[in-house]
């Protein structure tokens, strides 16, 4: 039972803001790492497509760049969007009867891109633009724009390599509460918003850092738990194997920006508090006995 032991102590002091190793230190309760998965959910890094892809994390930020007011996961099919509820005093522009956000959201590609567009439209008005965007293969980027969105509900397109044979497209809604300092019509006026400020300096998170540290353990258990737990009726499996393969796609490129690191951490964080998934990790270890 000592293994059995162990993981349940490190599940009962998972007290840390980012407890990756359920709040133990990397050298206890070492994870083994799963083999690769032979049909892994791959959202961020589809191996048919070479070209950029969207990820799922639509992320609503302070102007520091870095500090989520709110997020909601993209998706592809349009009958099911979820909604993101925001008020116009988490907005940092108020003109025209519209209210200027700080958005940031991933993408990815397989393959080299250069010199990229992506676009984002809100019930299909252009809304936002940012262009010569280039990708290293395998490296996440984070794109931060700052989108005008009207009061009340904006169905948001976000076309990652709009311009190329193959762009990528995923939708979230993102409800305004309040009146953006106008009455709301029907016909929203047309306003050109201002150049937005340089954005903050990227803050990366590279092998030998905490950060790197934490995200290391959580790639562990999140490997030994999408191996152990498949077919065992954990609710949540499917989830965990989709964000195991977005910390697994980070891992491989030895490098992370902060606002990624801390989306994927506050996903792990979900886990690590989820008794059900406490009990599933528990019950999963090998129990040995000792013999003297």
């Known amino acids: ?17 980012y ?3 359920f709040g133990a230190p990397a050298t206890a309760g070492k994870p083994v790492a799963a083999p690769a998965m032979s049909a892994p959910i791959t959202a961020v890094t589809s191996p048919t497509s070479l070209g950029p892809q969207v990820a799922d994390t639509f992320r609503i930020v302070k102007p520091d760049g ?18 993101i509820n925001v008020s116009e005093k988490d907005s940092f522009l108020i ?22 567009t992506n676009r984002l439209y809100s019930n299909d008005r252009l809304i936002a633009q940012n262009t010569k965007i280039d990708l290293v293969a395998g490296v996440v980027k984070s794109i931060w724009t700052q989108p005008y969105l009207t009061p009340g509900m904006n169905t948001v397109r976000v076309v990652v390599n709009a311009d190329g044979a193959a762009p990528s497209t995923k939708w979230v809604r993102v409800n305004v ?15 050109t918003p201002p150049p937005p400020p340089p954005p903050p300096p990227v803050v990366t998170f590279k092998p030998g850092s905490a950060e790197w540290t934490n995200l290391t353990n ?20 499917d989830e965990l194997v989709k964000l195991n393969s977005y910390i ?40 040995t006995t000792d013999h003297k």
């Open 66 to 83: 870095a500090t989520v007011i709110q997020q909601g996961s993209m998706t592809s099919n349009t009958g099911s969007v979820a909604t």
């Open 248 to 287: 697994t796609v980070a891992i491989n490129a030895k490098s992370i920006e902060k606002g990624a690191y801390n989306s994927l951490m506050t996903a792990w964080n979900t886990f690590v508090t989820d008794p059900a998934f406490r009990a599933a990790m528990t019950a999963i270890v090998p129990s």
């Open 95 to 116: 003109s025209g009867g519209m209210c200027a956000f700080n958005v940031k959201y991933d993408e990815v590609s397989s393959a080299v891109a250069t010199g990229t």
């Open 177 to 191: 509460a309040g009146t953006c300092g106008a009455v709301v019509t029907t016909h929203p006026p047309v306003v």
């Open 19 to 21: 407890a990756a190793n």
């Open 218 to 237: 959580a790639w562990g258990y999140s490997n030994y738990g999408t191996t152990q737990l498949k077919g065992k009726g954990y609710a949540r499996y």
């Open 1 to 17: 039972m000592k293994k059995r032991l162990i993981l349940i102590a490190l599940l009962a002091t998972a007290t840390s803001t």
